[in-house]
């Protein structure tokens, strides 16, 4: 079994002390952008699950500068414990979605942080044009970039449910065009969507175990208020796993995972004001030490299953 520090999967946190040395604290910010699934270009609903904020419900705020949103993340980090180095991460909405001089002058003030040691963007694969693709180019020789890809799943019937608005093969063109120029990639996946089969989900991880990506969000769905999907659960609910349930599954997928894959994620925690299912995602530390206590009593590890 191979070891990556005390866990049994490569996770971030062991990625980053090994690259840089230390752990790097990540700052979520705000652009003020929107998205082509809100804005009429692909839809005007959004992903069935996206929250009013993007998905940013944790970012800063949009009306502060960026600087000024770093300032205050590293603020209150530093008061919590003693940080050095951080990922300044723009999470909120489609963040490669704007004119590329905009982009650009957002892109240069985050990284123009001397404790900014990598430029983290969440983005959409269809907001990725020759442009955009360049700017991140010119970033990436002067500041590590990471582009997180929202694909989700890779079936097309869950991925008309959610309103995706994109085709697989667009997310594949994506991740060519991304390591083509030499941007870590990560994707962000979503387990226990409606229907899709314990099979399916494995499929996911299958199929990403064939792409030439460096990281993966493993994130359960989270049913907001305010949410469309939110309105069908309260209408027709649908099934919600338990975190036994949930921890389950996630030890079959880190089992089928490529060793190579950093973890970026395993779980998450909604809003509380906001989360109406599953409640049991607000207590974090517990979903991880019981995660913890199922690889080990299962002797699981990152790659067990996996065959590449």
Sequence with gaps: MERWG?????????????????KLYKITLNANLTCPNRDGAVGTGGCIFCSGQGSGDFAGCPEDSIAVQLAKGKADLNG???????????????NTYAPVDKLESLYNEAIADPDVKILSIATRPDCLGEEVLALLSRINKRTP?????????IHPDSASYIRRGYPLSVFDEAVRNLRGIGVTVIVHTILFLPGETKEQMLQTIAYLNHMDIQGIKLQLLHILKGTDLASDFLANPFHVPDMEEYVELLGECISHLSPRTVIHRLTGD??????????????????LNTLEHCLK???????KEYHG
């Excluded at 005390?6 to 230390?22: A, H, P, V, W």
């Excluded at 970039?145 to 799943?153: A, N």
């Excluded at 009593?297 to 790659?303: P, S």
């Design 6 to 22: 005390e866990k049994r999967y490569y996770s971030l946190d062991y990625f980053l002390k090994q690259t840089y040395g230390e």
């Design 80 to 94: 919590k414990r003693p940080v050095h180095s951080y990922i300044a991460y723009f999470q909120a909405f489609t």
């Design 145 to 153: 970039v990471w582009v997180e890809l929202g694909l989700q799943t």
């Design 270 to 287: 909604g809003p509380k004001e906001l989360l109406i299912a599953p409640l049991w995602t607000g207590r974090k530390r517990t979903v």
């Design 297 to 303: 009593e299962k002797d699981i590890w990152q790659g």
